[in-house]
């Protein structure tokens, strides 16, 4: 089977995060950055399904010249080849404007099945994947928790996260596009060879008019959301916060659940 | 005048509580546009569950009947919708933010050529314009965000209205017509409980839950110390289940259990809402973050900014010099 799988590169969630000066956006500079997370358990998926059925994992992403280290960190990790969706008028786009220059460039080749991850772990619109089926015209499924090609390739038994703790099982025609949860596998490490392997790999860099999209359809010319302000929470906290020496923290807190709460 | 929607989501129970929260935003959002705000319900047999609704101040509940809509699949759904829509012409079109309404509702704005404005929590209106606010960077910051064209796609994250807040009305009931052939995308082979779901953390009267802030399987000794010296029961937030640091029992969230213990220690978590939306019941929460500026801090009585593995140490002993003392 041919899989094509969608990557996206984001901050660390570990990171500390600044906003702007201009308030529109988080401060890149010195910020790492790693592949969001159920990308990985996206592309971990597509590696098992194409060593079963024998076959090849392509992966996209969209960005800047940063994002090479994380398709070269997926061709480590056992990915075919790359293609990077790399124009600076693929800028600022929302999930529309990404997904129409994904889709434009998957639908350049013949592919089998479409990985992605469900949500990203910075805008979080969870829409990428299912907008890009949209273009397709394919099925798909959002959370998905497992997949399993049926015999003859033409279908996949699916199984979707519901709320509290039940999943639904359905079957998709494929091809269709499959939205992953994390928690669905347990991602490998890329080994030495997968690394030296990777140096030898193709990354392609495609531009909106390699993909035939004008200007005005990419990036944040072709998007409908535009944002007007980044900004931590307003601390409405209720919170009583215990800073500085961690002993003396935990006396205080340990004497407030013992007279103020009345949980001990 | 604008023209609002709100799509209401259904289930074997009865109308999905986010849902009547989603009609609440729906009517603020008409009052402060001046505009009308309807319900339309989806599904086969669904006439009788939308009578319920005849009873809020709404122009109309619309009822879109159809036997391929008795189950949902995206394919029906956007089939549905999107000729409704063509049809009716609404600005804005409100869901509220289920598992369900994430999987195809981008999907329906692509289709309609709309605008989609994921999980909002708030909106405001400035010179006629809609401003949206919704989280980013699992809720560690917020966003505010403008929308362009019409119609405006829009789901509304649980918890950001109250169906308590609804205004009364009289609204009539009537079959709204689709001029469409309707499509299911998917065959629906079944429903399957989560392998492990078997310890029940529901009745637990002290929880101490670990996030991935604990760092790593080999560091969660700290954690089972700690429930120990409180005679709690371990829970965690998704990434330490996923990670394998724990069963899938102990997980905590919109996708795990339901607790309301009496006393909630969230070590190393950040409070992204799927799993605020699990422990929000509890009566003291006490979070432990390293980040002064973590959502948790948000929704927990007292906090305690420092590193976990310095910190849960120092809170054992203190309970057991106050348990001795
Ligand atoms: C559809 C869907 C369903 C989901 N369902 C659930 C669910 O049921 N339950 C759930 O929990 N999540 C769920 N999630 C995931 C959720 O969105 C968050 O990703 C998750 O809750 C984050 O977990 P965390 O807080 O442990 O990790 P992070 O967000 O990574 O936070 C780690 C925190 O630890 C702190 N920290 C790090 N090191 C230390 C240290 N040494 N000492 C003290 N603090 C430290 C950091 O400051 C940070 O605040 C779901 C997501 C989706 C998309």
Same mark, same amino acid.
């Given at each position: 089977?041919?899989?094509?799988?969608?990557?996206?590169?984001?901050?660390?969630?570990?990171?500390?995060?600044?906003?702007?000066?201009?308030?529109?956006?988080?401060?890149?500079?010195?910020?790492?950055?790693?592949?969001?997370?159920?990308?990985?358990?996206?592309?971990?998926?597509?590696?098992?399904?194409?060593?079963?059925?024998?076959?090849?994992?392509?992966?996209?992403?969209?960005?800047?010249?940063?994002?090479?280290?994380?398709?070269?960190?997926?061709?480590?990790?056992?990915?075919?080849?790359?293609?990077?969706?790399?124009?600076?008028?693929?800028?600022?786009?929302?999930?529309?404007?990404?997904?129409?220059?994904?889709?434009?460039?998957?639908?350049?080749?013949?592919?089998?099945?479409?990985?992605?991850?469900?949500?990203?772990?910075?805008?979080?619109?969870?829409?990428?994947?299912?907008?890009?089926?949209?273009?397709?015209?394919?099925?798909?499924?959002?959370?998905?928790?497992?997949?399993?090609?049926?015999?003859?390739?033409?279908?996949?038994?699916?199984?979707?996260?519901?709320?509290?703790?039940?999943?639904?099982?359905?079957?998709?025609?494929?091809?269709?596009?499959?939205?992953?949860?994390?928690?669905?596998?347990?991602?490998?490490?890329?080994?030495?060879?997968?690394?030296?392997?990777?140096?030898?790999?193709?990354?392609?860099?495609?531009?909106?008019?390699?993909?035939?999209?004008?200007?005005?359809?990419?990036?944040?010319?072709?998007?409908?959301?535009?944002?007007?302000?980044?900004?931590?929470?307003?601390?409405?906290?209720?919170?009583?916060?215990?800073?500085?020496?961690?002993?003396?923290?935990?006396?205080?807190?340990?004497?407030?659940?013992?007279?103020?709460?009345?949980?001990? | 005048?604008?023209?609002?929607?709100?799509?209401?989501?259904?289930?074997?129970?009865?109308?999905?509580?986010?849902?009547?929260?989603?009609?609440?935003?729906?009517?603020?959002?008409?009052?402060?546009?001046?505009?009308?705000?309807?319900?339309?319900?989806?599904?086969?047999?669904?006439?009788?569950?939308? &009578?319920?609704?005849?009873?809020?101040?709404?122009?109309?509940?619309?009822?879109?009947?159809?036997?391929?809509?008795?189950?949902?699949?995206?394919?029906?759904?956007?089939?549905?919708?999107?000729?409704?829509?063509?049809?009716?012409?609404?600005?804005?079109?409100?869901?509220?933010?289920?598992?369900?309404?994430?999987?195809?509702?981008?999907?329906?704005?692509?289709?309609?050529?709309?605008?989609?404005?994921?999980?909002?929590?708030?909106?405001?209106?400035?010179?006629?314009?809609?401003?949206?606010?919704?989280?980013?960077?699992?809720?560690?910051?917020?966003?505010?965000?403008?929308?362009?064209?019409?119609?405006?796609?829009?789901?509304?994250?649980?918890?950001?209205?109250?169906?308590?807040?609804?205004?009364?009305?009289?609204?009539?009931?009537?079959?709204?017509?689709?001029?469409?052939?309707?499509?299911?995308?998917?065959?629906?082979?079944?429903?399957?409980?989560?392998?492990?779901?078997?310890?029940?953390?529901?009745?637990?009267?002290?929880?101490?839950?670990?996030?991935?802030?604990?760092?790593?399987?080999?560091?969660?000794?700290?954690?089972?110390?700690?429930?120990?010296?409180?005679?709690?029961?371990?829970?965690?937030?998704?990434?330490?289940?996923?990670?394998?640091?724990?069963?899938?029992?102990?997980?905590?969230?919109?996708?795990?259990?339901?607790?309301?213990?009496?006393?909630?220690?969230?070590?190393?978590?950040? &409070?992204?809402?799927?799993?605020?939306?699990?422990?929000?019941?509890?009566?003291?929460?006490?979070?432990?973050?390293?980040?002064?500026?973590?959502?948790?801090?948000?929704?927990?009585?007292?906090?305690?900014?420092?590193?976990?593995?310095?910190?849960?140490?120092?809170?054992?002993?203190?309970?057991?010099?106050?348990?001795?003392?």
């Amino acid at each position: 089977m041919k899989i094509a799988v969608c990557i996206k590169q984001v901050p660390d969630t570990e990171a500390r995060l600044r906003v702007r000066s201009d308030g529109l956006g988080v401060d890149e500079e010195d910020l790492p950055f790693v592949i969001n997370e159920s990308d990985g358990y996206a592309l971990e998926e597509a590696l098992m399904i194409a060593e079963k059925t024998g076959g090849d994992v392509v992966v996209f992403s969209l960005g800047s010249e940063r994002v090479r280290e994380a398709l070269r960190k997926a061709l480590a990790l056992g990915a075919t080849r790359a293609v990077h969706l790399d124009d600076v008028a693929f800028a600022g786009g929302d999930a529309m404007a990404t997904a129409r220059a994904l889709a434009a460039a998957i639908d350049g080749e013949e592919f089998d099945l479409v990985l992605t991850g469900s949500q990203s772990d910075d805008a979080g619109y969870g829409s990428t994947g299912s907008i890009v089926a949209g273009h397709l015209g394919w099925p798909h499924a959002w959370l998905v928790m497992g997949v399993e090609v049926e015999d003859g390739e033409s279908s996949a038994r699916v199984t979707r996260e519901m709320e509290s703790g039940v999943n639904e099982v359905l079957r998709l025609a494929l091809p269709a596009v499959i939205e992953v949860q994390a928690g669905i596998n347990q991602p490998r490490y890329a080994s030495l060879k997968g690394i030296m392997q990777a140096k030898r790999k193709e990354i392609a860099g495609k531009s909106a008019s390699d993909l035939g999209l004008s200007e005005n359809e990419v990036g944040a010319a072709g998007s409908r959301l535009e944002t007007l302000a980044v900004f931590f929470p307003e601390s409405g906290e209720t919170a009583e916060i215990f800073e500085g020496d961690p002993a003396e923290s935990a006396r205080r807190l340990v004497e407030k659940l013992q007279k103020e709460a009345r949980v001990l | 005048m604008a023209n609002i929607w709100v799509v209401v989501q259904t289930r074997a129970e009865g109308i999905h509580p986010m849902a009547l929260e989603t009609l609440v935003a729906g009517q603020a959002l008409a009052a402060e546009l001046g505009g009308s705000a309807s319900a339309v319900v989806l599904g086969d047999g669904v006439m009788d569950r939308s &009578g319920e609704l005849s009873s809020w101040e709404l122009s109309a509940v619309h009822v879109i009947e159809h036997e391929a809509l008795a189950a949902y699949t995206p394919g029906a759904y956007i089939g549905a919708l999107s000729a409704a829509i063509g049809s009716e012409a609404p600005d804005y079109v409100l869901f509220p933010h289920t598992y369900q309404s994430v999987e195809y509702v981008p999907r329906l704005a692509y289709s309609v050529n709309g605008a989609m404005v994921p999980e909002a929590t708030a909106f405001r209106v400035e010179e006629g314009a809609v401003i949206w606010r919704r989280p980013a960077y699992g809720g560690k910051l917020q966003a505010d965000v403008r929308a362009s064209g019409s119609p405006v796609l829009v789901s509304v994250q649980s918890g950001a209205y109250s169906a308590s807040d609804r205004r009364e009305g009289n609204a009539p009931v009537a079959a709204l017509a689709v001029s469409t052939e309707i499509i299911a995308d998917r065959e629906i082979l079944g429903v399957e409980e989560v392998a492990g779901e078997h310890v029940d953390l529901s009745a637990a009267e002290r929880v101490v839950s670990a996030g991935r802030g604990v760092g790593g399987e080999d560091k969660m000794g700290v954690i089972h110390d700690l429930a120990a010296a409180l005679g709690a029961v371990v829970g965690a937030s998704r990434p330490v289940i996923d990670s394998g640091w724990l069963p899938r029992d102990c997980q905590i969230g919109s996708s795990g259990q339901t607790v309301s213990p009496e006393l909630y220690v969230a070590a190393g978590i950040s &409070g992204a809402i799927q799993h605020l939306v699990g422990m929000k019941g509890s009566q003291v929460v006490v979070a432990i973050n390293k980040d002064r500026s973590a959502p948790i801090f948000g929704v927990a009585n007292y906090g305690i900014v420092g590193d976990l593995h310095e910190v849960i140490p120092a809170l054992i002993e203190a309970i057991e010099e106050a348990k001795a003392g």
